[in-house]
C-alpha cells in the first residue's frame, strides 16, 4: 500500500450516500484510478455534484474497482476536517487532486529547511530529508515519529545505492543494489549518463525502472567481454511478472563485443514504453564489427508484452525466441505480445532482419500496429523460418502499418517478409494491413500458412523481375484487397505452384500480373478437383474425390450456425452406397441410406462421423468397404466454418 498522487485522473460514480464509490469509468481523454494505481493505495480525491463536494483521502480498491472514502479534509458538509456528504442522485466527477488543505500545508514561507508533513487531523509538523534509506523524512523540530513518503521510489543517485551518472563513474553495483530493492518498486534515474560495464538482473518482481524520458536518463554499455545489459528473469525458472521499464536511453560506445541490451526470460504482463536504443553518438548502432549480430531486445516467452514508443537502432533490433521453460506443447513463448508504433533500423551492413523469430517459436497473437518504419533490413525485413514439427499450430500474426525503407538485402533473393514454416502445424491467421514492402527486394515469401490476408498495401520495385509473391501449395486462403502487386511494372513476378484463384463457381489459373483482389487455395489432388469440378453457391457445396480403402476426408468443421444435410454416393468395382445424414453442432444422424453406411466407423462400412482435429469438431468420411471408392458428396445449407 502507497500514497499515490497521480495525475490528470478523473472517473465518473452514480453512487449516492455516504459510504464507498464504485468508480464508472474515465471522463474523456483522462486516466482512470486503476491504471495508476494498485489495489489497497491511498490517493486524495475531490468528488462533486453541483454544490455537494468533498475532498479527502481515499483508499483504492482493484475489486469493483472502488473508493473508500477514509478521511474527510473538507466538505460542504461541515467545512475543514467536516463530514460525509449524503451524495444524492446523479452522476458525480470523482478526481485524483490535492485538497487545498493539504497543498497549503506544504508551502511555509517562513522555513528555512525541510518539508511540512501531515502527523495528524490537520495538524502538520516539518520534516528534513534523511540520507538513509532514501525514503524515510525525520523530524526537524523535535516531534517523534518520522513519516514515509514514496516507498516504493527508489533514486539510483541516493547515496544508499550511489549511482554518479556522469559517464566515466562505473554505476553497475549501484543500479544493481537498487534493483535488488523490491519487490514492487520504481527505480528511477534522473538526467544524466550511467555507465553499465556487465549485467544487471533484475529477479525482484513488480521492478520498473524509468527516467526523464527523451536522451535525459542514458544508460551506456561498455562490456568487458560478450554481454546482456539487463536481464529480466525470476528465480528458479518461475515466471516474472508485472516490470517494466520507460522513458530510458540505452547506448554503447564499444563495438568490439557482442552485446544484448535487454533479455526478457518467460516473463508476463511487462511493459517497454518510450525506449529509444542507438551508439553514444548516433553513428553506427547497436552493433558489434566482428559479426554485426548484436541483438537490442531479446524476448524469451511468455505471455501479455506490451512495447510500445520506442525506437531500436541494432544489428539485429528485435529477436523472439523460445521459452527455456515450457514444454513444447504449450503456446508460451509469445502469447498476446504487441509491438505499437516502434521504429526498428538496422545497422549498416549488417545481414541481420529487422524481426527474426526463431526456429520453433510457439505464438498466439503476435501483433505489429500504429506506425511501423522498418529501415535499413540487411537481409530479410521480418523473418520466421521453423523447420520444427509443432504439436500445436501457432496462430494470428497481426502486420497492421508496417513500412520498409532502405532495404539492404539482396535483390532476387531477400523479401520484405520471409514467412516459412516447413514443419507440421501450418501457422494459422496472417493479416497483413497498410504495409508498403521494400522497393529494393522482393515482398512475401510464405509457405506453411493458412488464412492470409492482404488488405490495403503495395508491393512496388525498382529492379526488373521483383517476386512480388512467392507462395505455394502449402498455404490456403489467400484473400488480397486493395493491393499493387504490380512491383517493377510488368516485370513482376508472382510465384504461385500448387495455388489456384477462385471465381464464382470456377477455379482458375493465377493472373499475371496479379490483380488488385483475388482470392487463392491451395490445389486439391484428386483429379477430379484439378479439373475444376467443385461447385457452390454460398451455401451448397459438390464434391468428387477418389477415396482409397481406409481413406478418410475431411467433410468440414463444425461451426455452431445451422443444420446441415450430407449426400454421399460411392462406388467401386463392386461396391455401391448411398445415404443421406444430418449433420449440426452436436452429432451427425443417419436420415436413410444403403446398409453399409453408417455414423460410426466400422471395418466394412463407409462411414460419415465427428471427429476432431485436436483445435475443434470435424465430420469425416471413412471408407472401410475394402476398395477404393468414387465418392460424389453433396452438402445443402452448409453449418461448416470450412469445408472440403
Not at 351 to 374: E, H, I, K
Not at 384 to 400: G, V
Not at 509 to 533: I, K, R, Y
Not at 614 to 635: A, R
Request: charged share 15%; glycine share 12%; hydrophobic share 35%.
Amino acid at each position: 500500500m502507497a500514497f499515490i498522487c497521480p495525475n490528470l485522473v478523473q472517473e465518473t460514480t452514480t453512487t449516492t450516500g455516504t459510504g464507498t464509490v464504485t468508480l464508472a469509468g474515465a471522463v474523456g481523454d483522462a486516466q482512470d484510478f486503476d491504471s495508476q494505481l494498485a489495489n489497497a493505495d491511498t490517493v486524495p480525491y475531490t468528488i462533486e455534484l453541483g454544490s455537494e463536494q468533498e475532498c479527502g483521502i481515499g483508499t483504492f480498491s482493484t475489486s469493483g474497482p472502488t473508493l473508500a472514502r477514509t478521511t474527510i479534509l473538507w466538505s460542504t458538509n461541515g467545512g475543514l476536517g467536516g463530514s460525509a456528504v449524503d451524495f444524492s442522485a446523479g452522476t458525480k466527477n470523482v478526481i485524483a487532486s490535492l485538497p487545498g488543505s493539504m497543498v497549503g500545508s506544504l508551502i511555509d514561507p517562513d522555513a528555512t529547511t525541510g518539508v511540512v508533513a501531515r502527523t495528524a487531523a490537520n495538524t502538520y509538523a516539518r520534516r528534513t530529508l534523511t540520507a538513509g534509506a532514501g525514503h524515510a523524512i525525520t523530524n526537524g523540530d523535535g516531534v517523534s515519529g518520522n513519516p514515509v513518503i514514496n516507498t516504493n521510489i527508489v533514486d539510483v543517485t541516493n547515496a544508499t545505492y550511489g549511482a554518479v551518472g556522469d559517464g566515466s563513474t562505473d554505476d553497475t553495483q549501484a543500479i544493481q543494489d537498487a534493483v535488488d530493492a523490491g519487490p514492487n518498486i520504481k527505480v528511477y534515474f534522473p538526467k544524466g549518463i550511467y555507465k553499465i560495464t556487465s549485467t544487471i538482473t533484475i529477479s525482484e518482481m513488480g521492478v520498473f525502472l524509468y527516467g526523464d524520458g527523451g536522451l535525459a536518463s542514458e544508460l551506456r554499455f561498455v562490456p568487458t567481454g560478450a554481454d546482456v545489459m539487463f536481464h529480466v528473469q525470476a528465480p528458479a525458472s518461475a515466471v516474472y511478472y508485472r516490470g517494466g521499464m520507460k522513458d530510458l536511453f540505452f547506448s554503447s560506445n564499444d563495438f568490439s563485443y557482442v552485446k544484448t541490451g535487454i533479455l526478457l526470460e518467460d516473463i508476463s504482463e511487462y511493459r517497454l514504453h518510450g525506449l529509444t536504443c542507438h551508439d553514444s553518438v548516433f553513428g553506427t548502432g547497436w552493433s558489434d564489427t566482428s559479426t554485426k549480430s548484436s541483438i537490442f531486445l531479446h524476448t524469451t516467452g511468455r505471455d501479455t508484452l506490451s512495447v510500445r514508443d520506442c525506437q531500436f537502432t541494432a544489428d539485429l533490433p528485435l529477436l523472439i525466441d523460445q521459452n527455456p521453460n515450457t514444454l513444447r506443447t504449450e503456446v508460451l513463448d509469445a502469447d498476446h505480445f504487441n509491438f505499437h508504433n516502434m521504429y526498428l533500423l538496422c545497422t549498416v551492413n549488417t545481414a541481420m532482419p529487422c524481426v527474426r523469430v526463431t526456429n520453433g517459436v510457439n505464438f498466439s497473437d503476435l501483433s505489429f500496429t500504429g506506425y511501423q518504419p522498418w529501415v535499413r533490413p540487411g537481409g530479410n525485413g521480418f523473418e520466421l523460418i521453423d523447420t520444427t514439427n509443432n504439436s500445436i499450430a501457432s496462430l494470428n500474426l497481426i502486420f497492421d502499418g508496417v513500412g520498409f525503407e532502405q532495404a539492404q538485402g539482396t535483390p532476387g533473393t531477400d523479401f520484405s517478409f520471409r514467412i516459412d514454416k516447413t514443419g507440421t502445424n501450418n501457422i494459422n491467421g496472417i493479416n497483413f494491413r497498410n504495409f508498403g514492402c521494400a522497393v529494393e527486394i522482393n515482398g512475401f515469401y510464405l509457405r506453411g500458412c493458412d488464412r492470409i490476408n492482404f488488405d490495403q498495401g503495395y508491393v512496388v520495385g525498382t529492379y526488373s523481375g521483383q517476386v512480388v509473391l512467392n507462395a505455394n501449395g502449402t498455404c490456403d486462403d489467400l484473400d488480397s484487397r486493395n493491393v499493387d502487386w504490380q512491383g517493377n511494372d510488368s516485370d513482376a513476378v508472382a510465384t504461385t505452384t500448387g495455388l489456384v484463384q477462385t471465381s464464382g463457381d470456377k477455379k482458375l489459373a493465377v493472373a499475371s500480373p496479379l490483380p488488385e483482389n483475388f482470392h487463392m487455395v491451395a490445389a486439391q489432388t484428386d483429379d477430379e478437383d484439378q479439373q475444376g469440378v467443385r461447385e457452390f453457391d454460398g451455401q451448397n457445396i459438390t464434391r468428387k474425390i477418389t477415396l482409397a480403402d481406409d481413406g478418410t476426408y475431411n467433410v468440414g468443421s463444425v461451426g455452431t450456425a445451422e443444420l446441415a444435410m450430407v449426400q454421399i454416393v460411392a462406388k467401386g468395382s463392386t461396391v455401391r452406397e448411398s445415404a443421406v445424414f444430418s449433420s449440426d453442432s452436436y452429432a451427425t444422424t443417419k436420415l436413410a441410406g444403403t446398409s453399409g453406411t453408417a455414423i460410426t466407423a466400422a471395418s466394412g462400412f463407409l462411414s460419415f462421423y465427428r471427429g476432431s482435429d485436436g483445435g475443434g469438431s470435424i465430420d469425416i468420411l471413412k471408407n472401410e468397404t475394402g476398395e477404393s471408392l468414387t465418392v460424389l458428396i453433396i452438402v445443402r445449407k452448409t453449418l461448416y466454418d470450412t469445408y472440403m
